[in-house]
């Protein structure tokens, strides 16, 4: 009888401590198989505390994002309960941990190398996630432009941040020279306004991160193949990821190339 009852209070004690703390999370028990195409998970607001890491704990990141409600940027402590989120959403963690590997298993370097000329120029880029575009019908920002507007264009070189597939190749209205990567996660990685190509690059041709592309530029917003100076010189990055429901989902690059400016190449150009 002893027993029964220890038990029964263990049980009490359990689930009053769950209820707690779901309801001191607002975003734990809303935690589904489909929250990796939320507009939350799709900003990965990452701050500065993950762009610091050397490596992605993937625990850690996937635990923290759904305990701070998808937003680090005002995080500091690396306080983190994996097993409780587990205890009541093993599945649907384990799925939006999967996607935050799909993001970054692959990905190894910055895409503009560092010049070695310490007096050069170097570019700049902020988060400019979904802010308003117009060319073409209003929409919002789909990438991260990464800005070198004290060159010309042709200056700064454009490097594959992963290994990976061409997908796509050629001109794009919006985009205009592109190149279009698909990483061996499957993840589509997409740099628009090139001035130049490294070389004919085909569909189907592989590429090797850190592998020179092309050169950063200022073409696209024509029809007309070619056309540049419409905006200045910059690289548009973009990120995409094929989920259950949508064949194209993009995602805010700024934070993971944030992330990625410590494993920066270095050219002399």
Same mark, same amino acid.
Not at 31 to 38: I, R
Not at 58 to 70: F, G, I, K
Not at 203 to 223: C, H, I, P, Q, R
């Given at each position: 009888m002893m027993v029964i009852l220890f038990f029964i209070l263990i049980l009490s004690v359990f689930h009053v401590t769950m209820i707690d703390y779901l309801y001191?999370?607002?975003? !734990?028990? *809303?935690?589904?198989?489909?929250?990796?195409? @939320?507009?939350?998970?799709?900003? =990965? *607001? #990452?701050?500065?505390?993950? /762009?610091?890491?050397?490596?992605?704990?993937?625990?850690? =990141?996937? @635990?923290?994002?759904?305990?701070? *409600?998808?937003?680090?940027?005002?995080?500091?402590?690396?306080?983190?309960?994996?097993? &409780?989120?587990?205890?009541?959403?093993?599945?649907?963690? &384990?799925?939006? %941990? *999967?996607?935050?590997?799909?993001?970054? &298993?692959? #990905?190894?370097?910055?895409?503009?190398p560092l010049n070695s000329n310490p007096d050069a120029p170097d570019v700049k880029y902020e988060n400019g996630w979904m802010d308003t575009r117009t060319y073409g019908g209003e929409r919002g920002h789909e990438g991260c432009d990464i800005m070198g507007t004290e060159k010309p264009r042709g200056y700064y070189p454009v490097v594959s941040i992963s290994d990976g597939t061409v997908e796509k190749v050629g001109w794009l209205e919006k985009g205009g020279w592109r190149l279009g990567i698909r990483s061996p996660?499957?993840?589509?990685?997409?740099? /628009? +306004?090139?001035?130049?190509?490294? &070389?004919?690059?085909?569909? $189907?041709? @592989?590429?090797? /991160?850190?592998?020179? #592309? $092309? !050169?950063?530029?200022?073409?696209?917003? @024509?029809?007309?193949? $070619?056309?540049?100076?419409?905006?200045?010189? +910059? #690289?548009?990055? $973009?990120?995409? =990821? %094929?989920?259950?429901?949508?064949?194209?989902?993009?995602?805010?690059?700024?934070?993971v190339l944030r992330y990625l400016e410590k494993y920066r190449l270095k050219y002399s150009y």
């Open positions: 001191n999370n607002p975003t !734990f028990y *809303q935690l589904d198989a489909y929250t990796w195409e @939320s507009d939350d998970f799709r900003s =990965l *607001q #990452l701050g500065e505390m993950v /762009a610091d890491w050397s490596e992605i704990d993937y625990d850690a =990141l996937t @635990s923290l994002m759904v305990e701070n *409600q998808y937003d680090l940027t005002k995080t500091t402590e690396e306080d983190y309960h994996t097993d &409780r989120i587990m205890k009541v959403k093993p599945e649907e963690y &384990r799925k939006l %941990k *999967q996607a935050y590997e799909m993001i970054f &298993r692959d #990905l190894k370097f910055f895409p503009v996660g499957g993840v589509y990685l997409y740099y /628009a +306004h090139l001035y130049g190509y490294s &070389r004919q690059w085909e569909e $189907g041709d @592989s590429v090797k /991160a850190g592998e020179l #592309l $092309g !050169f950063m530029g200022d073409t696209g917003y @024509s029809k007309v193949e $070619g056309t540049t100076g419409n905006f200045d010189v +910059h #690289l548009h990055m $973009g990120i995409y =990821l %094929k989920t259950d429901n949508k064949e194209e989902m993009s995602v805010n690059p700024y934070w």
